[in-house]
């Protein structure tokens, strides 16, 4: 069927699809068909779109399953008292940020294996794309609690935020990065940035980049980085896996 694209993460776009590939709003790849904007008072045309799905194949079930998602803040903010009794028991030990921004390539199968080596006694936050390296592994729960709570897309990775920080004013903490919380963050396109400028103005250090670190960091910036928020690159899944639990 065709493909739209509303948001900026498109990547160089195969022949075999491009004349099924469609753009609007701000995204756009040179080559596609692009879907103007909204006429004051009226709708999107997107008839060309519709024409063209009626054309294609009938999609087929290829998988079937449920995921649980929808932990945006609110929620998680509403189940507070539990999962600050948690932590007092011990039954959550820590919390693992794996958000951000993935592609398809092998090497970044490092999150798959990440969150299925963290113990059973660590909660994942995520949002983007970074959590279909792992949101279909059978991870459980912590007295009802999901191992992974999915605050939505990139954009929604405010939440992360806003949970964090609302941690360290339940737990009366004076900096966020004495909160039992580690960061290892999927880097892999410049919507990226934004997350990182954001994390690194709340004040939180020793974030890990992974698979590769962007290619923009000049040998200066990078050293900045590392000096003043101790962020860091990747390693074995072994030795992250030991280190965030350890909270280094």
């Known amino acids: ?30 080559g596609l068909k692009h879907i103007g904007a909204r006429p004051e008072g009226g709708s999107k045309d997107f008839s060309m779109l519709v024409e063209q799905a009626k054309t294609c194949p009938a999609p087929k079930e290829i998988e079937n399953g449920e995921i649980v998602g929808g932990f945006a803040h609110n929620q998680v903010l509403a189940l507070a008292d539990k999962v600050v009794d948690a932590v007092k028991s011990g039954a959550i030990k820590r919390f693992v940020v794996m958000a951000g921004c993935d592609g398809r390539h092998n090497s970044r199968k490092y999150y798959t294996d990440v969150a299925g080596a963290l113990p059973d006694n660590t909660i994942i936050l995520t949002a983007g794309c970074a959590k279909y390296r792992y949101n279909k592994l059978q991870l459980g729960d ?17 939440s992360l935020a806003v949970i964090a920080l609302k941690l360290k004013e339940v ?20 919507k990226a940035v934004t997350v990182l400028l954001a994390l690194l103005y709340l004040g939180v250090k020793g974030i890990r980049l992974g698979p590769t670190l962007p290619e923009f960091l000049t040998p200066n910036v990078a050293a900045v980085l590392v000096e003043k928020f101790g962020i860091k690159g990747i390693g074995t899944v072994e030795e992250d896996v030991n280190a965030m639990m350890a909270g280094v």
């Open 171 to 190: 737990f009366g903490l004076e900096d966020i990065n004495d909160l039992p919380i580690s960061f290892d963050i999927a880097w892999y396109e410049q």
């Open 142 to 158: 912590i007295g009802g609690i999901p191992r992974v709570l999915d605050a939505g897309q990139c954009n929604d990775s405010y």
């Open 1 to 30: 069927g065709p493909i739209l694209m509303t948001t900026n993460c498109i990547v160089p776009v195969r022949e075999s699809y491009r004349n099924r590939m469609y753009t609007t709003g701000m995204a756009g790849y040179a």
